[in-house]
């Protein structure tokens, strides 16, 4: 990294430690965690996966809920909003370049947003440890990766839809469009078309999979439930396709490469258009 995207790097995670809303975030999901603990969820038992482990699945589908609009809303007005504030007609009177400034916001965003995320998750481990839980570490690791790709997912697709769009309310309205579509196409719009249209099951399911948060969620299901017993007949098309393994490697390189080719489209569209 050259020195002056360090520089953007630095002064944006500086601003975003200044910002309460990073805090009251960090708190929430540090108080989840802990409100989790406290309630006994450990003790219970989901497919015979007990303590820890339970718990790491109830993190993973809750943040499944949270995390996506979250990082929709708070990023997407990155650029937009530095746009209509001045504060991009500074930064670039500095001898910093497009690329620079982008990829210094885009990287900040990423900390900002995923390190309280792995904090919450490595806190509960820790615990674990101490109140002598058995921590599975190799489901740590994979749900860590899953959270890290779909943050990096979605701050792709809002740096873009922040470069592109004329205002942060523009901005917000599609981002806010987008995520409902997307949460939509899990289920309820891809039934409906079946059932009306008589389309062929096998479509079905591959169109499904072609949506991030779908991917995301199949992902962490299939680490604690190999036989997706959860998902019903779905789950003998999947696993009759591509084996548990190879599922996994998907739903961690398919969202960091969507996530890649937006957050790159947004900067090349950010170095060629009129900015200010």
């Known amino acids: 990294m050259n020195k002056t995207l360090v520089q953007v790097l630095k002064s944006d995670i500086k601003q975003n430690l200044r910002s309460k809303s990073f805090w009251i975030y960090s708190l929430l999901l540090g108080g989840f965690v802990a409100v989790m603990f406290a309630t006994g969820i450990t003790e219970s038992q989901v497919v015979g996966f007990v303590g820890l482990s339970r718990l790491m699945i109830t993190f993973m589908q809750v943040s499944m809920v949270i995390l996506p609009i979250y990082v929709l809303i708070s990023t997407v007005r990155s650029v937009v909003g530095d746009k209509e504030n001045g504060v991009l007609e500074y930064y670039l009177s500095l001898p910093i370049s497009f690329k620079s400034y982008y990829w210094g916001k885009f990287l900040s965003r990423f900390f900002v947003i995923y390190v309280p995320v792995f904090m919450a998750f490595l806190g509960a481990a820790l615990w674990g440890l101490i109140v002598n839980l058995d921590v599975p570490w190799d ?138």
Not at 152 to 176: D, H, I, P, R, Y
Not at 194 to 213: F, H, T, Y
Request: proline share 4%.
């Open 139 to 276: 489901l740590f690791v994979l749900y860590s990766g899953l959270l890290a790709m779909m943050v990096f997912f979605f701050l792709g697709l809002s740096m873009f839809l922040s470069t592109v769009s004329k205002s942060q309310e523009m901005a917000l309205s599609t981002a806010f469009i987008i995520w409902l579509f997307l949460v939509a196409f899990m289920d309820i719009l891809l039934i409906g078309m079946m059932l009306k249209m008589r389309i062929n099951p096998d479509g079905v399911i591959i169109a499904s999979l072609l949506n991030p948060l779908q991917v995301f969620r199949t992902g962490s299901l299939i680490l604690f439930d190999p036989k997706l017993t959860v998902m019903g007949p779905v789950s003998y098309y999947i696993l009759d396709t591509v084996s548990r393994t190879t599922f996994i490697v998907f739903s961690l390189v398919y969202p960091f490469i969507l996530g890649l080719l937006f957050s790159i489209f947004g900067c090349r569209y950010f170095k060629k258009h009129d900015v200010v």
